[in-house]
């Protein structure tokens, strides 16, 4: 027999995937998250393609004590100063590569707004400072919430055995220093340490805090060391005088040397109501 000369018609179907093979698209956008000195900062460049993708610097530069991962595009580091950075970041693969132009803020000011939801972030001495003119100032005013997220020296601490005679730089004032502007609020400490507090108070109620009061506070889990109080009457390494009906004092421990006429004590000088703990 003699073969065809044509095959039969057959249906053929071809399957064709688009875009299988394209070069990065950088989906993130500016501004990125703002970032704040001294306190850790991380987040990762997002965009899409064929894997592998690099990531570099083409243009300008990241804010001081940044890096960025070439692998996982992840920006990290703790910023040095405050300021805004505008530079290039490139993402590349075996298909070509995008760039996109990012601004960044680094901000000098405590993170948080003190609300229950997003409380201020206590990093370093400076926003124990600011965190005790923001009490001092509302006036008594609060709830106030805020969080301990590191060891923080207020003083190099090598001589405060003696600092009684010899003044050390840096002199802390009470947060709360009175009660009519009082600490209303909750300190979670998380279990650090504030060394080097230095409050020579030539008034009432020394401390960390000078008075807590409010219907609820709660200050707990800090610890203060290598420390010097000293004041009239109500003074005790974390607070001179705890007057909360509901509130509580809760796992602080103090190793300093406190001082005063009347009302004295290690972690509190008085504690007042007799439903808190």
């Known amino acids: 027999d003699a073969l065809p000369t044509a095959m039969p018609a057959q249906d053929t179907i071809v399957n064709a995937v688009f875009g299988a093979f394209t ?46 991962n070439a692998v996982t595009g992840e920006i990290s580091g703790t910023p040095l100063a405050a300021g805004d950075t505008t530079f290039t970041v490139q993402a590349q693969n075996g298909f070509g590569n995008d760039t996109q132009v990012l601004t960044q803020a680094v901000k000098d000011d405590m993170p948080g707004d003190g609300t229950s939801a997003n409380p201020y972030q206590i990093w370093t001495a400076g926003h124990l400072a600011s965190f005790a003119g923001r009490v001092n100032t509302g006036g008594g005013t609060g709830p106030i ?3 301990l ?21 840096n002199v ?25 507090l230095y409050c020579d108070n030539s008034g009432d109620c020394a401390g960390l805090f000078g008075v807590i009061a409010g219907a609820n506070s709660v200050v707990r889990n ?26 509580k004092l809760e796992n602080c ?10 009302y004295v004590g290690g972690v509190c000088g ?3 109501p007799a439903a808190a703990s």
């Open 145 to 147: 919430y805020a969080s």
């Open 270 to 272: 008085y504690f007042y």
């Open 23 to 68: 070069k990065p698209n950088i989906t993130t956008v500016s501004p990125l998250p703002d970032g704040f000195v001294d306190v850790y900062y991380s987040m990762i460049l997002q965009a899409v393609g064929v894997a592998p993708i690099t990531y570099s610097i083409i243009g300008g530069a990241l804010p001081a004590g940044l890096s960025l």
């Open 253 to 262: 421990s103090v190793d300093a040397a406190v001082s005063g006429s009347l």
């Open 222 to 247: 800090v610890n203060i060391e290598r420390s010097y109080i000293k004041g009239v009457n109500y003074a005790g390494g974390v607070c001179g005088m705890f007057t909360s009906p509901q509130g």
């Open 149 to 169: 997220k590191a060891d923080i020296a207020l003083n190099d601490t090598d001589n405060w055995e003696n600092w009684d005679t010899t003044a050390p730089a």
């Open 172 to 196: 802390w004032a009470p947060i709360g220093p009175n009660m009519a502007t009082s600490f209303n609020g909750v300190f979670e400490g998380n279990g650090h340490t504030i060394s080097g």
